[in-house]
């Protein structure tokens, strides 16, 4: 029995840190942060199968897991159907707890190396699409650099992606809405637009961005999304906004440059998702004299986990050095 656990505002019992380590009973402590981390993995992977693949056990070992912590807890954490899991309010509040105690353990080990920081763990980030290639593309030599690092990936923007997926660092383009989340800026990219050679020698190169209107256009989003049709460039002083002729749309973005390469027509994506196909020829960038606009990118984490563990921090220099490679 564990004396003076605090309440939340749900008046819901939590272990810290510091009680689950003064815990009389020490196999109890480590069962108890066992079926933490199969809980926390659980909600993560989003089904049984997959955390219990993840875990190295079988999924009715990981059931009887989480269910024994239900019951000594006095509350459901997950509400289980056919259709996956989902937390319950309670499980929200504890997950969250779960994910500091965890992240405490981990800061302490550092601590008792005499700040000797190890970057370790499993690394679960969101990388907009078109960080794929630029940040993927080169993942092989941050591995090699982090023997102790396991990469899971998720293709999003949406910031909220590091509470609803239990990430740890989404990178995502665009400014963040006031969403209590916590933005540190990594650099500014910049929308370029570009075509296939053999799309060109048929339907010609555009010289002034209001040639853009007589040409085939590859967008991302939703054609009923103005923006998205609309490009804007910049020369010095000078701002042409062109509603260009929509011909094929990409609803995720991933594949606004495949179309292109393929000859669909002209295309407006970020610069650093086009880099290896302008040095290789399969595409050609436009308007050399006219510049696309500028984006902030930044790496979105959840508040409240304390320090940056080493693991994000060091994905971070690695994405920024991806950036500059230029």
């Given at each position: 029995m564990i004396p003076n656990r605090e309440k939340d505002p749900c008046g819901n019992n939590y272990l810290s840190v510091v009680e689950l380590l003064r815990a009389a009973d020490e196999r109890q402590a480590v069962d108890k942060l066992r079926a933490?981390?199969?809980?926390?993995?659980?909600?993560?992977?989003?089904?049984?199968t997959a955390a219990a693949q993840a875990l190295a056990i079988v999924p009715s070992a990981l059931s009887k897991a989480l269910s024994a912590l239900e019951e000594e807890l006095g509350f459901r954490l997950l509400n289980r159907s056919t259709r996956g899991l989902s937390l319950t309010h309670e499980g929200e509040v504890y997950y969250e707890q779960c994910r500091a105690l965890l992240q405490g353990l981990e800061d302490a080990e550092d601590a008792a190396r005499g700040g000797n920081v190890r970057a370790r763990g499993t690394l679960r980030i969101g990388l907009h699409p078109a960080l794929r290639v630029a940040v993927l593309g080169a993942l092989g030599p941050f591995l090699e650099q982090h023997p102790n690092i396991t990469i899971e990936t998720v293709v999003t923007n949406s910031p909220a992606a590091v509470v609803d997926e239990g990430l740890d660092v989404v990178v995502r383009i665009g400014e963040l809405a006031d969403s209590g989340l916590l933005a540190k800026p990594l650099a500014r990219v910049r929308s370029i637009v570009c075509a296939a050679p053999a799309y060109l020698a048929s339907a010609g190169?555009?010289?002034?961005?209001g040639d853009l209107a007589r040409h085939r256009a590859i967008i991302y989003g939703r054609r009923d999304e103005a923006s998205n049709a609309e490009w804007t460039f910049f020369r010095k002083t000078e701002r042409v906004k062109v509603l260009v002729p929509v011909r094929v749309v990409m609803r995720d973005g991933i594949g606004v440059t495949d179309a292109a390469v393929g000859g669909c027509g002209v295309a407006l994506p970020i610069d650093i998702?086009?880099?290896?196909?302008?040095?290789?020829?399969?595409?050609?960038?436009?308007?050399?004299?006219?510049?696309?606009?500028?984006?902030?990118?930044?790496?979105?984490?959840a508040p409240g986990r304390g320090r940056t563990p080493a693991k994000v921090q060091a994905l971070l220099e690695f994405v920024k050095s991806c950036l500059d490679q230029g």
């Amino acid at each position: 029995m564990i004396p003076n656990r605090e309440k939340d505002p749900c008046g819901n019992n939590y272990l810290s840190v510091v009680e689950l380590l003064r815990a009389a009973d020490e196999r109890q402590a480590v069962d108890k942060l066992r079926a933490i981390t199969f809980f926390c993995r659980t909600v993560e992977s989003k089904s049984f199968t997959a955390a219990a693949q993840a875990l190295a056990i079988v999924p009715s070992a990981l059931s009887k897991a989480l269910s024994a912590l239900e019951e000594e807890l006095g509350f459901r954490l997950l509400n289980r159907s056919t259709r996956g899991l989902s937390l319950t309010h309670e499980g929200e509040v504890y997950y969250e707890q779960c994910r500091a105690l965890l992240q405490g353990l981990e800061d302490a080990e550092d601590a008792a190396r005499g700040g000797n920081v190890r970057a370790r763990g499993t690394l679960r980030i969101g990388l907009h699409p078109a960080l794929r290639v630029a940040v993927l593309g080169a993942l092989g030599p941050f591995l090699e650099q982090h023997p102790n690092i396991t990469i899971e990936t998720v293709v999003t923007n949406s910031p909220a992606a590091v509470v609803d997926e239990g990430l740890d660092v989404v990178v995502r383009i665009g400014e963040l809405a006031d969403s209590g989340l916590l933005a540190k800026p990594l650099a500014r990219v910049r929308s370029i637009v570009c075509a296939a050679p053999a799309y060109l020698a048929s339907a010609g190169e555009p010289q002034h961005p209001g040639d853009l209107a007589r040409h085939r256009a590859i967008i991302y989003g939703r054609r009923d999304e103005a923006s998205n049709a609309e490009w804007t460039f910049f020369r010095k002083t000078e701002r042409v906004k062109v509603l260009v002729p929509v011909r094929v749309v990409m609803r995720d973005g991933i594949g606004v440059t495949d179309a292109a390469v393929g000859g669909c027509g002209v295309a407006l994506p970020i610069d650093i998702s086009v880099r290896h196909l302008l040095r290789s020829g399969a595409l050609r960038a436009l308007l050399p004299d006219w510049a696309g606009e500028q984006y902030p990118l930044y790496a979105v984490t959840a508040p409240g986990r304390g320090r940056t563990p080493a693991k994000v921090q060091a994905l971070l220099e690695f994405v920024k050095s991806c950036l500059d490679q230029g």
